[in-house]
Nanobody, 116 residues
Framework: QVQLVESGGGLVQPGGSLRLSCAASGFTFRRYAMSWYRQAPGKERELVAA????????NYADSVKGRFTISRDNAKNTVYLQMNSLKPEDTAVYYC?????????WGQGTQVTVSS
């Protein structure tokens, strides 16, 4: 079965950095685009970044452009989100997403808290 397991979240001060990882299994990872979403308390889940199956194309929410970088390692079945210059408004639960055959699959999420 499809499994997505996020890791790397935590508490960081404003201006700091974190790298999130999402380990995928149960499907042919290299064939599918992958995405990161986030959900802050009281807000809807929003798309943060996405990457094509081969990693050649990426896109980002305007709020994170220039600060976040999505990447993937198809040999390790893992997608990453490098987050730099973090702001308090980046505080949220971050989720890994795979859209397979019109079905959405989600990880359990990892909490990112940006606070001094």
């Amino acid at each position: 079965q499809v499994q997505l397991v996020e890791s790397g979240g935590g508490l960081v001060q404003p201006g700091g950095s974190l790298r999130l990882s999402c380990a995928a299994s149960g499907f042919t990872f290299r064939r599918y685009a992958m995405s990161w979403y986030r959900q802050a308390p009281g807000k809807e889940r929003e798309l943060v970044a996405a990457i094509t199956s081969g990693g050649g194309s990426t896109n980002y929410a305007d709020s994170v452009k220039g600060r976040f970088t999505i990447s993937r390692d198809n040999a390790k079945n893992t997608v990453y989100l490098q987050m730099n210059s973090l702001k308090p408004e980046d505080t949220a639960v971050y989720y890994c997403n795979a859209l397979l055959h019109r079905s959405d699959y989600w990880g359990q999420g990892t909490q990112v808290t940006v606070s001094s």
